[in-house]
């Protein structure tokens, strides 16, 4: 069985940080390209970050660019966002989510399985 778990979330202040962590069991982690995705109830989710296999290539949206960093460490199996200068538009839940791709992709569509989430709150 495939699972994805998110942790990390919280409240914090404007221009505060976080570390969100997704651990990944039931899969080859290290063939998967692996991404991040937000949203916030009532619209569309949105890309956020991804990263290649073993980490060599990465790719942000305009809106992150800067702030937030996206890791990996294929020996724990586990997926990292570090969200630093957070905004209160950078609330909302975020989703860990496998690629088979074999490449980075910034389209949901491409990713076949997710996790659950977990809450960012940003407050002003």
């Known amino acids: 069985q495939v699972r994805l778990i998110e942790s990390g979330g919280g409240l914090v202040q404007a221009g505060g940080s976080l570390k969100l962590s997704c651990i990944v069991s039931?899969?080859?982690?290290?063939?998967?390209?692996m991404g991040w995705f937000r949203q916030v109830p009532g619209e569309e989710r949105e890309f956020v970050a991804t990263?290649?296999?073993?980490?060599?290539?990465?790719q942000y949206s305009e809106s992150v660019q800067g702030r937030f960093y996206i890791s990996r460490e294929n020996n724990k199996n586990t997926l990292y966002l570090q969200m630093n200068r957070l905004k209160p538009e950078d609330t909302a839940v975020y989703y860990c989510?496998?690629?088979?791709?074999?490449?980075?992709?910034?389209?949901?569509?491409?990713?076949?399985?997710w996790g659950q989430g977990t809450q960012v709150t940003v407050s002003s």
């Open positions: 989510a496998a690629s088979e791709a074999g490449v980075v992709v910034t389209s949901q569509r491409a990713y076949e399985y």
């Open positions: 039931g899969l080859p982690f290290s063939v998967y390209t």
């Open positions: 990263i290649s296999r073993f980490g060599g290539t990465t």
